[in-house]
């Protein structure tokens, strides 16, 4: 089994975190077939999801975002892609800029 694990920070406050994470959760639902479920808090909720092979859940608070999903064996061999696919998803409901591949080939640098 592989681990996902993924933190981010915002500076949204606790009411529009938990729309970004109802967005996300609608996305999950439709794009890649998780039921997902979602409870509120006082200072922190908490989004479960679920499909066949991944399991996991994103705590919401008024500064963070916390991923954590666990990857069934047929899974396991994508997880960086999985994890990848999360991250984009995530900061582009949070309207953060995704970090620059850092992968020699797109270097230009080294022409």
């Not at 006082?42 to 916390?66: H, K, L, P």
């Not at 892609?81 to 850092?102: N, T």
Request: negative net charge; proline residues 1%.
């Amino acid at each position: 089994m592989s681990e996902i694990h993924i933190e981010r920070n915002h500076g949204l406050g606790l009411a529009a975190a938990r729309e970004v994470a109802r967005q996300w959760m609608q996305q999950a639902e439709q794009d890649y077939g998780m039921e997902c479920t979602y409870a509120e808090g006082e200072v922190c909720d908490v989004a479960q999801f679920n499909r066949a092979g991944i399991d996991g859940s994103v705590e919401v608070s008024a500064d963070t975002f916390t991923l954590n999903a666990t990857l069934g064996f047929l899974y396991g061999s994508f997880s960086e892609q999985i994890e990848q696919r999360l991250l984009q998803s995530l900061d582009a409901l949070l309207g953060a800029k995704a970090p620059a591949d850092d992968d020699a080939y797109n270097d230009k640098d080294w022409l």
